[in-house]
């Protein structure tokens, strides 16, 4: 499909569809020829749309064509509207559009780019539910909210000697909490949507031959990432990105660290130290049929910060030897230490859905549990403004509660109202906006 | 009296009486116009100066050389700081004023001044020539001659009153008549115009009311000025009274309500929503079971009182009615019957932040011509007018002040870049910052401003410096002072905070609640003597107390004025700026906003507008560079 965008976009489709007398009428679907604008030659057969601004996606005069696809088409007819007048969009210059004159808060603006990049039905879903202002919604009640409480307490100030008391302190306070405790519950998410961006680095840990290169094999081969393609998709060659239950994750292969030497040697593992701090989950692997070697026993003891699920490899094998469950020798106080525990064979898939079905409850708990009722913060920015306007709200009750004049407090909640109309949209002199819409790499 | 002025204020109402002696403080030969002398500095309306974010205006006219603070202390009858109980910041001085004796204290400060002349005639009309004003015509033909004109003629511009449903009569105030030539003159000149209303109530003999059945309040004990400059004798103080409207008031209005001017269908105009009719409060909350209803001393030689809370356009036979339900006034014999008042406004968009209009050089409006209410909102603009006037003559530069300087910094900018749909009061609500813009420390903001371009006369100057100097005194003192914890044991028990352990700062204590800086200070051995230093403690005591959050404030004050640093041409051709939404194209074209901080707070102004302004603006200064190189 190719669109225009733009006061003139009607007038550069009739200079390509000669049959067309005049521009279509708005949103009705129109069957054309399209010829080029210089020698008039054929191009295609066309469904062309009309939008007329402002009800449109860019809130301008918009036209959509809709052609045969291939490669040659759609660039021969985007080369024919160049000539006729119209000139190539620059990334994200469609949506940026849309920001300027309106039609989208930047919130919004955000999501398309987050929509177009997701590469997780768990992402997709958050990035909708912003674009459908899920989130500015929320924000937007959270700033009236505010808003409000700054109200009660001024209207006593600027009428001391009206009939009315004044709001009691007592009501301030409670309306306040209410916003706090919103707040708190949206940021709750905060953490695991920016992994969802990103996917979740998950690091599969093991001795060499446990089994580790089959479970990563199952795993990435069953739900393969949808655009491995791309480069920058994962950090680097032993990353590779997948969705398990819907959400991403960043799994990493140690296998092939075997070249590169980057085993803690002595405990015998092979896990690439570099990700060991930064991981979101490691999988430490360990066969099913051996009990724990003191290199393993070591590595849960000292192990990470991030949190370590153990997977029986290979359990499959128990059953032919007829071994019974629990020769691992895992200490009880270690048990406790487990994210979790699982049993898998990457021969029969036996045990892969409980890890696609564990992995997710563990990384994205505060989402999976959100459901659709509270919007996922997917973005730093989002998460910093709500923590600002967080302390800013509680500071504001402290001060009350510490005896501080009513004007003194209430320049908390101005401060929290202002960090949640950046949220929304940002006037900048210089070049913020630019930075938000550079994130675009496509045309949309 | 002579031929020619710099400057030339046509009204003796509060802005006229600010805006004349600003200008001949200025060092500009002045003359005041205006029907009869003998009315400069009436109080048309209620018998009291200042009150919330009002009174903190009164300060800062004061401040920057005024007479109101004065004139206020010199004729004041009772004082109450409003919200005493909540923060300093937000502290309102008012005064019930004698209305015979702030007109005379008015007159006797003008009269005083070298520079001013005072005349008595009507004006007829403005002589404008090439867009610029060159002086005013009375009706009897006398032309005075003038580089700038400041019109401050309050609600006299075809002034129209009503009481009861009749179609009203032309008046600018009650018993006075109504400037329609002017009006004609004004409007010819191609300026915008609309209509608003507003309203007084009824006055009543005093010797009729019955105080057993009425609540006195007195005013505080105190001897707070007003003035940072003058010391005025006090006069003695009396009473206010409180009493209620009820149920029995309610029925009355209703049942002769098609009888009010307002409900009647003869007014046209909008009047202030916080500033109602009885017939409003009644129609509007029929649910109140009561009404406050104040009654305000007129003056020391006077019974008369004023009844606050009942102003109406219903006809005299009814207000009389509705007064004698009110306990107390069973018996009362009225002295005035109360109106409502629609008149002529030029709406403020057409001003410059200078208040001088942008289509006419050298002509400035103030007060209620503005579309303003309120004394202090009148008295305010008349100074700033009559400053930038007389700079205009002196060829300096105009003097603006931002919203974070001082409530008449937010009161113009709000009237040039909001508008107005309603007469235009003050709220502390109205200031972004508040916690900067407080009474105690008027002189410290603007004193220095005004003394810096020239605008107090050599015993204000004086004044000024003794009070600067005594709060830096005690700011240093606060702020060097250690504290023995012994010293303070007592005192900080009583306030009911932590003992000390060790040796701090006096700052640093004054930043607990309850400390109290007078205390503090007398726990140390030393007493704060005399009225100046008592006013300079307040001022030293707030900012540091609430240190941080004044500075906090201070630092968006600054972020702001860096937004404010984009600056925008007047004559940005905005109606060709299509991706500005129509409406925004409109108010921008209409406002022209001198920077982008104050395009922003333009209503109907999106923050997309404002992104697209701020590329439409670099798009044309590109490409006005580049239209050489082709």
Redesign the interface.
């Known amino acids: 499909m190719v669109r225009v965008s733009g006061?003139d976009a009607g007038v550069l489709l009739c200079r390509l569809a000669s049959d067309l007398a005049e521009v279509p009428e708005p949103r009705r679907a129109t069957l054309v020829k399209l010829q080029d604008p210089d020698d008039g030659s054929s191009l295609d057969r066309a469904v062309v749309t009309f939008y007329q601004g402002p009800a449109s996606y860019t809130g301008e005069n918009l036209v959509e064509l809709t052609c045969h696809g291939g490669r040659l088409v759609p660039s021969l007819i985007a080369d024919a509207l160049m000539r006729a007048g119209g000139r190539q969009a620059t990334p994200g210059e469609f949506t940026k559009r849309a920001?300027?004159?309106?039609k989208l808060d930047l919130v919004q603006v955000e999501a398309v780019a987050d929509l177009v990049e997701a590469r997780s039905r768990a992402m997709h879903r958050a990035a909708l539910g912003h674009l459908e202002r899920g989130l500015s919604r929320r924000i937007t009640k959270l700033r009236e909210g505010i808003v409000g409480l700054?109200?009660m307490l001024?209207h006593?100030?600027?009428?001391?000697?009206?009939?009315d008391p004044p709001v009691p302190v007592t009501r301030i306070v409670d309306e306040a909490s209410w916003i706090i405790k919103e707040i708190a519950k949206m940021l709750r998410t905060a953490p695991e949507g920016q992994l969802l961006r990103e996917g979740a680095l998950t690091v599969l840990a093991g001795q060499p031959n446990v089994g580790k290169s089959s479970l990563y094999n199952a795993l990435v081969g069953e739900e393969r990432a949808i655009v491995t393609e791309e480069p920058g998709t994962t950090r680097d060659a032993l990353e590779v990105a997948v969705q398990l239950g819907g959400f991403p994750f960043r799994l990493v292969d140690t296998a092939g660290l075997r070249d590169g030497g980057e085993r803690i040697e002595q405990l015998g593992i092979e896990v690439a130290r570099r990700y060991l701090d930064s991981a979101d989950l490691v999988l430490l692997c360990v066969s099913a049929i051996d009990r724990l070697s003191v290199g393993e026993l070591a590595f849960l003891s000292e192990a990470t910060d991030s949190p370590v699920v153990l997977v029986e490899t290979k359990i499959d094998l128990l059953a032919k030897r007829d071994v019974d469950y629990g020769g691992l020798g895992l200490p009880v106080d270690m048990r406790e230490k487990l994210a979790g525990h699982l049993r898998v064979s990457a021969m029969t898939g036996e045990g892969l859905d409980q890890v696609k079905q564990l992995l997710p409850e563990l990384v994205y708990s505060a989402v999976v549990s959100a459901k659709e009722e509270v919007p996922v913060l997917t973005r730093r920015r989002h998460a910093l403004a709500l923590e600002v306007a967080l302390s800013e709200v509680s500071d504001f009750t402290e001060a009350l509660a510490?005896?501080?004049?009513?004007?003194?407090a209430?320049?908390h909640l101005?401060?929290a109202a202002t960090a949640l109309e950046e949220i929304l949209?940002?006037?900048?002199?210089d070049d913020v906006?630019d930075a938000v819409f550079a994130e675009f790499c496509v045309g949309k | 009296m002579r031929n020619f002025y710099g400057v030339i204020v046509v009204g003796g109402g509060h802005a006229g009486a600010e805006a004349a002696s600003a200008s001949a403080r200025a060092g500009v030969r002045t003359l005041l116009i205006t029907p009869d002398l003998s009315r400069i500095g009436q109080m048309s309306c209620n018998p009291a100066i200042g009150g919330v974010a009002k009174g903190v205006v009164a300060r800062e006219v004061d401040a920057l050389g005024g007479l109101m603070g004065q004139a206020t202390d010199a004729s004041r009858i009772q004082f109450r700081m409003l919200n005493r109980s909540k923060g300093p910041a937000v502290w309102g001085p008012r005064a019930q004023c004698d209305r015979a004796l702030y007109p005379l204290a008015v007159r006797r400060v003008l009269e005083r001044l070298e520079l001013l002349d005072l005349f008595q005639d009507m004006v007829s009309d403005l002589i404008v020539d090439k867009g610029r004003v060159r002086g005013v015509r009375t009706p009897g033909g006398l032309v005075f001659g003038a580089e700038t004109v400041v019109v401050t003629t309050g609600t006299f511009l075809r002034g129209r009153i009503h009481i009861g449903g009749e179609q009203g009569m032309d008046a600018g105030r009650a018993g006075e008549a109504p400037s329609l030539d002017l009006a004609e003159g004004l409007e010819g000149l191609g300026l915008e115009v609309a209509r608003f209303k507003t309203g007084t109530p009824p006055r009543i003999d005093g010797r009729t009311v019955d105080f057993q059945k009425v609540e006195r309040q007195d005013g505080d004990v105190s001897n707070y000025r007003f003035s940072a400059y003058a010391r005025e004798p006090i006069p003695e103080q009396r009473p206010c009274w409180i009493t209620w409207a009820g149920k029995d008031l309610k029925s009355v209005v209703l049942e002769n309500l098609e009888r009010s001017a307002l409900y009647g269908g003869h007014i046209s105009g909008q009047g202030p929503r916080y500033c109602p009719s009885i017939e409003d409060k009644i129609v509007r909350f029929p649910d109140a079971p009561r009404h406050q209803v104040f009654l305000e001393p007129e003056g020391l030689e006077t019974t008369e009182l004023y009844v606050n809370g009942l102003s109406t356009s219903l006809p005299p036979d009814v207000q009389l009615e509705i007064m004698r339900t009110i306990p107390g006034l069973e018996e009362v014999v009225m002295t005035k019957v109360g109106y409502a008042i629609e008149y002529d406004y030029f709406p403020p968009h057409q001003l410059r932040q200078t208040l001088e209009l942008k289509q006419i050089e050298g002509l400035y409006f103030a007060g209620q011509i503005n579309g303003t209410t309120g004394y202090e909102e009148a008295a305010g603009q008349g100074i700033v007018a009559g400053i930038n006037a007389a700079l205009k003559v002196r060829g300096e530069k105009s003097f603006v002040l931002g919203r974070d300087e001082a409530y008449l910094g937010v009161l113009i900018d709000d009237l040039v870049t909001k508008g107005v749909d309603e007469p235009y009061r003050l709220f502390t609500s109205r200031a972004e910052f508040r916690l900067l813009l407080r009474q105690d420390n008027a002189p410290r903001r603007l004193g220095l401003l005004a003394k810096n371009r020239g605008l107090l006369t050599l015993q204000q100057d004086e004044a000024l410096r003794e009070r600067l100097e005594e709060e830096n005194r005690l700011l240093h003192w606060f702020r060097e002072t250690n504290i023995e914890p012994a010293r303070v044991e007592e005192l900080l028990s009583d306030a009911d905070s932590g003992a000390l352990h060790q040796p701090v700062r006096a700052s640093e204590l004054l930043r607990r609640p309850r400390v109290d800086g007078r205390e503090l200070l007398s726990a140390m051995g030393k007493s704060v003597q005399g009225q100046l230093a008592e006013e300079a403690l307040i001022a030293v005591e707030v900012e540091l107390k609430y240190e941080g959050y004044v500075r906090r404030e201070r630092e968006r004050a600054q972020r702001l004025r860096e937004q404010a640093g984009f600056v925008l041409s007047e004559d940005l051709p905005y109606l060709e700026f299509l991706s500005l939404s129509h409406e925004a194209r409109e108010k921008l074209a209409g406002v022209r906003p001198a920077t982008l901080a104050q395009a922003a707070r333009i209503p109907g102004v999106s923050p997309a507008d404002l992104q697209n302004l701020i590329l439409e603006v670099r798009r044309l200064k590109s490409s006005q560079g580049s239209t050489l190189a082709s």
Request: proline share 9%.
């Open positions: 006061p920001y300027l004159r309106g700054e109200a001024v006593h100030i600027d009428f001391p000697e009206e009939d510490d005896g501080l004049p009513a004007e003194v209430s320049t101005r401060a949209g940002v006037i900048s002199v906006l």
